[in-house]
C-alpha cells in the first residue's frame, strides 16, 4: 500500500508555502509561539 | 426572554434548517448522502471539522470549566496540532486514495472484516453514549429557558436534531455548518466584549487579570509531571495527542467531515485550519469563564446555578434546609467581595504588603464560599451526581444580555448542538450502514434501499441516545465527561489504524484480539484506578500501547505464515 497522493494534490496554493512541509512548519511555529504566550501568562499573573 | 428573543431564536434556527434542505435538494444518492458531493472548499471543511468538535458543549460547559478550573484546561488541546499534522500526512492520502466512505473500511482492507467490525462496533457504542451526552446541551438551555424539567426538553431538542438530520444528511450539515459558525462566534465575542465592558464598579482589566491570577484562574500551563493532575504539559502534548488522533483521525463523525474536499488538498488545509484556531479559540472561551468568575466573586450568583433543581428540591420539603445555605452563602459572599475590595484598594494605594494580606484573606473566605456551594450541590443531589458549572453561562447571559441578543446567544447553542448532533446521528447511521448491514447482512441491494436503511439508522441511533440523556446523571461537567467517555474508546480505536499503517507484519487476527485486549485493560484501569493516580487522558497512550504490544506478541505467536495483504 502507498499514500502517495496524486500529483496536483501535492500544491498548497499559498504564495509563502510552497510545499506541505512548509505548511506543517507553519503550524508547529504557531503552536510554539501560543505555548510560549500562556506560559507568559502564567508567570505573569499567577 | 420576551417576544423578541423567541422571534430571533424561531427565525436564526429555522432559517438554518430551511437553507440546508433547500441547499441540498435533489442532490441525495446514497454516496453524497453519507459522504457529501466532494466538491467541499478547504475554508468549508475546516468549519465544519471544527463545529463539529466545537458543539454547544463546548459553548457551554467550556466556560463553566474556565470558571471552576481556570484557564489550565487548554492544555488538553496541545496535542491537536501534532495529530493533525499526523492525519494530514498518513491517515488522510490513505482514506482518499482508498476512496473510503467510512474509516472502518480501511479496517476491512487492511486485516479483515472481523477487524472492520470490531472498529466500527467500537466507534458505535462510543458515538452512541457521547451523541447522549452531546444532547445535554442544548436541553440545558431550553430548560434554564422555559422553566421545563430535563428531561422534557431533552426528548424535544433531541427529536428536532434527528429529523434535521435524517432528513438533510451530510451535505445539509455541511451547507449550514458555516452559518451556524458565524452565528457562534457572533454570539461568544459578544458575550466577551459586554463581560468586558460591565466588569464590576471601579474594576480595571489589571485589577481583573490580579484578582484571577491571584485565585489560581489564570495558570494555563503546569508542566508536573505527576500522571494524577488531569491538565498539564505532558498531558495534553503527548495522552491528548493519541485522543486527538483517535477522535480527528479514526472517529467517523470527523473522517466524514473531511472526506468531503474536492481534493487531498481541501481536507489537509481544513485540518490545519483548526490546527492553527483551535488553541487560540479554547483559550477565549476559557477566558469568558474567566471573566464571568470575576464577575461574579462582586456579584452575587446563586448558590446553585441549575435553579430549576434548586427549586424543584425546595418543592420536596427541604425548602428550610436549602434557604439556611442560601442565607449562609450570603453572607459568606458579602464576606468574600469585601476581603477582594480590600485588595482591589491596597493595591491602587501601592501597598503590597495590605495587598497580599487582603488577598490570603481573600482566598480563605473564597474557600468558605466553596465550601458551601459543595453544600448545596449536596443537598440537590446526596450523591453528588450532579454538576451546575454547565449552568453559569446560560444564567449570566439571562439575567445580564439585553433582550434580542439572549434569544441571539440561546440560537447560537441550538446551532451549535444541531451542526454537532446531526454531524455525529449522520456518521453513526453511515457506519451503520457501510460497515455492518452491507456487508453482513445486505451485501446487494440498490442505492435506493442503502439510503433508506442509512436514514433509518440515523433515526434508531437518535432514538438511543435521547434515551441514554434520560438515564444519565452527570458528576462532571460536560465537556470532561465528553472527553473521558471518548478516552475509554478512543485507544482502541486508535491503535487498530496505527498497527494498520505502522506496522505492516501484524495482521488481522492479532490485531483483533489486540483490541479487545486493550479495551479490557482500559475499561479496568478507569473502574479500578482512581483518577488522581493515573488521570484519564493517559488512558489513550495506554490502551494504544497495550493493544500495539499484545497484538505483536499474538502474532509472534501464530507466527502466520500468509504474506500480509496489500492495499
Known amino acids: ?29 504557531t503552536f510554539a509561539l501560543w505555548i510560549a504566550l500562556l506560559v507568559l501568562l502564567t508567570r505573569m499573573f499567577s | 426572554m420576551n417576544g423578541l428573543d423567541y422571534t430571533i431564536l424561531l427565525i436564526t434556527i429555522l432559517g438554518i434548517a430551511a437553507y440546508g434542505t433547500w441547499h441540498t435538494r435533489g442532490r441525495h444518492t446514497f454516496k453524497t448522502y453519507l459522504k457529501g458531493s466532494g466538491d ?38 496541545f496535542g491537536m496540532p501534532i495529530a493533525l499534522i ?43 453514549l457521547g451523541a447522549g451526552l452531546t444532547i445535554y446541551a442544548p436541553a440545558i438551555v431550553l430548560s434554564k429557558v422555559l422553566d421545563w424539567p430535563l ?60 484578582i484571577a491570577g491571584g485565585m489560581h484562574k489564570l495558570e494555563a500551563v503546569n508542566f508536573s509531571p505527576n500522571p494524577g493532575q488531569r491538565y498539564t504539559f505532558w498531558s495534553g502534548l503527548i495522552a491528548a495527542t493519541f485522543l486527538m488522533l483517535a477522535y480527528f483521525g479514526t472517529d467517523q463523525s470527523q473522517v466524514q467531515r473531511y472526506l468531503t474536499g474536492s481534493s487531498v488538498r481541501e481536507s489537509r488545509l481544513g485540518l490545519m485550519f483548526n490546527a492553527v484556531f483551535k488553541i487560540p ?10 471573566l464571568l468568575f470575576v464577575t461574579y466573586q462582586f456579584e452575587r450568583p446563586p448558590v446553585y446555578f441549575d435553579q430549576v433543581a434548586w427549586n424543584e428540591r425546595a418543592a420536596q420539603n427541604d425548602s428550610r434546609a436549602l434557604r439556611d445555605i442560601d442565607s449562609r ?39 468558605q464560599v466553596e465550601s458551601i456551594r459543595k453544600e448545596a450541590r449536596l443537598a440537590v443531589d446526596p450523591n453528588d451526581k450532579r454538576n451546575d458549572t454547565d449552568y453559569i453561562f446560560i444564567t449570566y447571559i439571562l439575567d445580564h444580555f439585553p433582550h434580542g441578543l439572549i434569544g441571539l446567544l440561546v440560537a447560537t447553542f441550538f446551532a451549535a448542538a444541531l451542526s454537532a448532533k446531526s454531524a455525529e446521528l449522520n456518521a453513526l447511521g453511515s457506519a451503520t450502514t457501510v460497515d455492518f448491514y452491507k456487508p453482513v447482512f445486505k451485501p446487494a441491494a440498490t442505492d435506493r434501499h442503502y439510503l433508506r436503511a442509512s436514514k433509518a439508522f440515523t433515526i434508531f441511533w437518535g432514538c438511543v441516545s435521547i434515551t441514554f440523556a434520560l438515564c444519565l446523571s452527570l458528576a462532571e461537567n460536560l465537556i470532561q465527561a465528553v472527553n473521558i467517555l471518548g478516552s475509554l474508546f478512543y485507544p482502541v480505536m ?20 489486540g483490541g479487545l485486549v486493550a479495551q479490557a485493560a482500559v475499561l479496568i484501569l478507569f473502574f479500578t484506578v482512581p483518577d ?15 493493544c500495539v504490544c499484545v497484538s505483536a506478541v499474538i502474532q509472534f505467536v501464530l507466527r502466520s505464515a500468509a504474506p500480509a495483504r496489500t492495499v
Open chain 2, 329 to 367: 452563602f450570603t453572607v459568606a459572599h458579602d464576606r468574600e467581595k469585601q476581603e477582594l475590595q480590600a485588595w482591589v484598594d491596597a493595591r491602587h494605594a501601592g501597598d503590597a504588603a495590605a495587598a497580599s494580606a487582603a488577598r490570603s484573606a481573600a482566598l480563605q473566605a473564597h474557600d
Open chain 1, 1 to 29: 500500500m502507498t499514500s502517495d497522493p496524486k500529483p496536483s494534490d501535492e500544491k498548497t496554493g499559498f504564495p509563502g508555502l510552497r510545499t506541505w512541509r512548509g505548511v506543517y512548519t507553519f503550524v508547529l511555529i
Open chain 2, 532 to 546: 488522581n493516580r493515573i488521570s484519564y487522558p493517559w488512558y489513550n497512550v495506554i490502551g494504544c500501547a497495550v
Open chain 2, 281 to 290: 479559540m479554547q483559550f477565549f472561551i476559557l477566558a469568558i469563564g474567566v
Open chain 2, 151 to 210: 428531561n422534557a426538553t431533552i426528548i424535544g431538542s433531541g427529536l428536532v436534531v434527528v429529523i434535521y438530520t435524517a432528513t438533510g444528511g451530510s451535505d445539509a450539515v455541511n451547507a449550514t455548518q458555516k452559518y451556524q459558525f458565524a452565528v457562534i462566534f457572533a454570539g461568544m465575542i459578544t458575550a466577551f466584549v459586554l463581560l468586558l465592558v460591565h466588569l464590576p464598579r471601579g474594576l480595571t482589566l489589571s485589577d481583573t487579570l490580579t
Open chain 2, 40 to 77: 467541499t472548499h478547504w475554508f468549508v471543511i475546516g468549519i465544519s471539522v471544527m463545529a463539529t468538535q466545537a458543539s454547544a458543549v463546548t459553548f457551554l460547559s467550556t466556560p463553566g470549566q474556565g470558571y471552576q478550573g481556570g484557564l489550565g484546561f487548554v492544555q488538553f488541546y
Open chain 2, 86 to 128: 499526523i492525519i494530514a500526512a498518513v491517515f488522510l492520502p490513505i482514506y482518499q486514495k482508498l476512496n473510503v466512505i467510512t474509516a472502518y473500511e480501511y479496517l476491512g482492507q487492511r486485516f479483515d472484516l472481523k477487524t472492520r467490525l470490531l472498529g466500527a462496533a467500537v466507534f458505535l457504542l462510543q458515538r452512541a
Open chain 2, 494 to 513: 486508535l491503535s487498530l489504524f496505527v498497527v494498520g499503517f505502522f506496522l505492516r507484519p501484524i495482521r488481522g487476527t492479532a490485531v483483533f484480539w
